[in-house]
T-cell receptor, first 111, second 115 residues
Framework: GENVEQHPSTLSVQEGDSAVIKCTYS??????FPWYKQELGKRPQLIID?????GEKKDQRIAVTLNKTAKHFSLHITETQPEDSAVYFC??????????FGSGTRLSIRP | GAVVSQHPSRVICKSGTSVKIECRSL??????MFWYRQFPKQSLMLMAT?????????EQGVEKDKFLINHASLTLSTLTVTSAHPEDSSFYIC???????????FGEGSRLTVL
């Protein structure tokens, strides 16, 4: 089955700087890669996703890149703000099947 | 986006009792719902896939007789934690998609505390 690895587990960046979180997946058939933001005690919120027919996608300060050959995908947050502090999860899915999550990254934005 | 509602948000029970958690898709029909468990400071671990009108598919290591899943309609799936023990204390979250291979929407989650 699919296995998703995520790193780093914790990340602290200065406000205004960029943050990058990286994930790898094992199943070459996976074709959908969402990223979720979770605040303490709340449900995960989808922040951006990418499908395997696209190499990069951007939405304002957030961007995701996908390297299918290497089975890597990354989340990039630019101009970080205090409200970006949260836990971020990458995930992968094959077709209509179950979504498997990475281990999470706790992002802290230093004022 | 589509709305998934989960109830109760918090539940405290005594060891040995059973607890039922409901997950509803409010504005769409969900043939498949997913149940996740999240321990503090950990990731979301898939417990089972709930299929409307058929038996749920459980992930390896998840006891089907302990975590009973019923998906009797296209808008409702329930998870019953039977004979709960303190180690079952966790955050349980359901999710559903409004179309094949579509975005996954999450319920609010249910925090279970077993005394």
């Amino acid at each position: 089955g699919e296995n998703v690895e995520q790193h780093p587990s914790t990340l602290s960046v200065q406000e205004g700087d960029s943050a990058v979180i990286k994930c790898t997946y094992s199943d070459s058939a996976s074709n959908y890669f969402p990223w979720y933001k979770q605040e303490l005690g709340k449900r995960p919120q989808l922040i951006i996703d990418i499908r395997s027919n696209v190499g990069e996608k951007k939405d304002q300060r957030i961007a995701v890149t996908l390297n299918k050959t290497a089975k890597h995908f990354s989340l990039h947050i630019t101009e970080t703000q205090p409200e970006d502090s949260a836990v971020y999860f990458c995930a992968a899915r094959e077709g209509a099947s179950k979504i498997i999550f990475g281990s999470g990254t706790r992002l802290s934005i230093r004022p | 986006g589509a709305v998934v509602s989960q109830h109760p948000s918090r539940v405290i029970c005594k060891s040995g009792t059973s607890v039922k958690i409901e997950c509803r898709s409010l504005d769409f029909q969900a043939t498949t719902m997913f149940w996740y468990r999240q321990f503090p400071k950990q990731s979301l671990m898939l417990m089972a896939t709930s299929n409307e009108g058929s038996k749920a598919t459980y992930e390896q290591g998840v006891e089907k007789d302990k975590f009973l899943i019923n998906h009797a309609s296209l808008t409702l799936s329930t998870l019953t934690v039977t004979s709960a023990h303190p180690e079952d204390s966790s955050f349980y979250i359901c999710s559903a998609t409004d179309r094949v291979a579509g975005e996954l929407f999450f319920g609010e989650g249910s925090r279970l505390t077993v005394l």
